[in-house]
């Protein structure tokens, strides 16, 4: 939570001074933002001092408004985020890798993260694993060091919906964050469902079908629809281009993930299957106990 | 209402006369291993013969996203207020669709004319068709398995030819000028009697409807029955997305990249989010699940019968297929049922779940 009460009070300049920068991130958020068609109009409206992937001057020492992508990994991560915090008023976070810690966050999955963290540093860098990356640390969101003003989720994010986030931090207007789960999306792109196309596809019966079907979900069927438990917001893209969701926007707060437990089982899918893959872009969030205090309360 | 003979064929003529009549013809075409009702620019991509859409065909009426106007935020002007206005004949609705139109009449037409449904229900030329009820349709329960006003015409399928209803004066045009038509016969009759007759039987399941609201409201502080519900619910609202008379929606407004000009719409909400309830300073007076799905049925079974004599739900089952975990009105309507003795006998976790016995 921020920590102060009208966001909009100290952007007051017509023009606030932005900074763009990554941390631990493929920067595909930064390449997204380049792929808004109306990039030119949203930068009439801030003086964009810095953006890590498209401007080599160095980063200024003043800003208003800083756009951070990527997780955190390092002491000197740790640093540049506090230094940030202290200068910029308002902070956004860019993309599912900041917002939640995404996909680097698995580095610290499981009950034990530090050991996790060796493991993998082990299996990526051999006998150079204690002397590369010294500075590592359990990877981790920016909300687990410093205050967020907004948050961006998606692998990557959405142009459009940063365009309206961006607008919402200049008149320092609340964000509203979906809380719901995809499902309903769905249904309003009338997709139909993958978990009732893959019962019809396993169905001897319809075998004359089946090849028909199999088009429409491709890849695995192994891999479930996370669209159960994942927030949505995006339109069911990958739905749409007949794929199943893999839960880049995060465990939705309405989610009832027990529910959607027993949901899978019923399917004869395995759970842990579904845990796995849910734990591509949320394990930051499964580790964390929030999540079961959460389904608690809104149980 | 007259009544008139065509052959099965003559759709191909009905549809070419839709098509120079109107700008837009919509109908049932098939989608993967669903229905859908979409724009058709064939008779051939027609579907007459579906069992049931992923959306109803009420979208046309209130869209899932619909601009109420543009504005611009510094001059404070607003500008594109007015409705789209697409004429637009819609072919092959079930009874239990059009019964549904005829309930948010009541609601976008009554006390406050909605003029953006009013739009679009000016504009709409209805052709409804007859269905057979298969798993999951409980519209005898609710008296909305027969229409018979709020469409221009309806066609009953007599197997090799259908018997057409024309209930407005465009409806007899469009029969004069395209379509080779007989008076009904005999016959004809007969055999409308002996397919009503073969729908009425094809019913495998009528849910219990004695005392409904009564009951409900006696209920509806057992605690059990709905912390059943809730605890399987995934919150996902694609119920309400997929119900024609679910009619909540949210109004947004979204500024463009520049921040001086924007967009005001609405959009399809849901009773099952937890943003439904949230007030000032965080309150949320439906904070659980449970509390969301006795709210929604609520609604349908109690709260418009007590206003309006109706009960806000057409049986058409579309829900029963969009919930991932058997949430339906069945299952709620056979939970009020069970009596608290039968309920103690039960051996197992309470509820049985009604329409596992479909």
Known sequence: MSDFEHPASSLASDRPKVIVLSLASDFGCQVQLSNFPYLLESLSTIDLAYWQLVISADMPTDYDLAIIEGAVTTTKHLKLLKEVRKTAHTVIALGTCAAMGGIPALAGHGPSPEERLEDCARTVYGDYAARIAQNRIVPRPLTDVISVDYSIVGCPIDPEEFSSVLQYALLGVKERPEREPLCAQCKIIEAPCFYTVQKLAADDACQEENNKLSGLYRGSTDIPCLGLVTRTGCGALCISRGRPCTGCRGIAQDANLESARNFIREQGRSVEEFDRALAIYCSHSMNSAVLNDHSQVSG | ?358
């Open chain 2, 1 to 358: 209402m007259i009544y008139k003979i065509i052959a099965k064929q003559a759709i191909e003529d009905l549809f070419k006369g839709l098509q120079e009549n109107y700008d837009e013809v919509a109908g049932p075409r098939a989608c993967g291993p669903a229905f859908v009702f979409d724009k058709l620019q064939h008779a051939c991509e027609l579907r007459l013969d579906y069992e049931s859409t992923i959306l109803p065909p009420t979208k046309y009426f209130l869209a899932p996203t619909e601009r109420l106007m543009r504005f611009n935020r510094v001059t404070g002007e607003s500008y594109d207020s007015e409705p789209v206005q697409t004429s637009r004949a819609i072919i092959g609705m079930h009874p239990c669709d059009i019964n549904a139109v005829l309930l948010l009449d009541e609601i976008f037409l009554g006390d406050f004319i909605d003029p953006h449904y009013a739009a679009a229900r000016k504009s709409t030329f209805i052709i409804g068709t007859s269905c057979m009820p298969t798993v999951g349709h409980i519209c005898n329960a609710f008296g909305t398995d027969e229409i018979h006003r709020g469409f221009d015409l309806f066609l009953t399928d007599l197997d090799d030819r259908y018997l057409l209803s024309c209930r407005s004066v465009p409806a007899l045009e469009l029969v004069d000028k395209y379509l080779a038509a007989s008076d009904p016969t005999a016959k004809d009759i007969d055999d409308f009697q002996e397919r009503t007759k073969r729908f009425k039987d094809a019913f495998t399941f009528t849910p219990n409807m004695d005392q409904l609201p009564l009951l409900y409201g006696a209920k509806y502080n057992d605690e059990q029955l709905w912390k059943d519900v809730g605890d399987d619910c995934l919150c996902c609202g694609a119920c309400a997305a997929v119900c024609p008379v679910c009619y909540c929606f949210d109004v947004c407004d979204k500024l463009d990249a520049s921040g001086q000009t924007g967009l005001r719409y609405r959009s399809w909400d849901s009773c099952l989010k937890s943003e439904f309830a949230e007030v000032a300073h965080n309150h949320n007076f439906r904070p659980t699940r449970a509390s969301r799905v006795r709210y929604r049925f609520y609604h349908k079974f109690v709260g418009n019968f007590s206003r309006q004599g109706k009960m806000l739900c057409v049986g058409c089952g579309r829900c029963m297929r969009a919930c991932k975990v058997n949430i339906t009105p069945a299952r709620i309507i056979g939970a009020l049922q069970q009596s608290q003795i039968d309920k103690e006998d039960a051996t197992g976790d309470g509820i049985e779940k009604a329409d596992d016995a479909e």
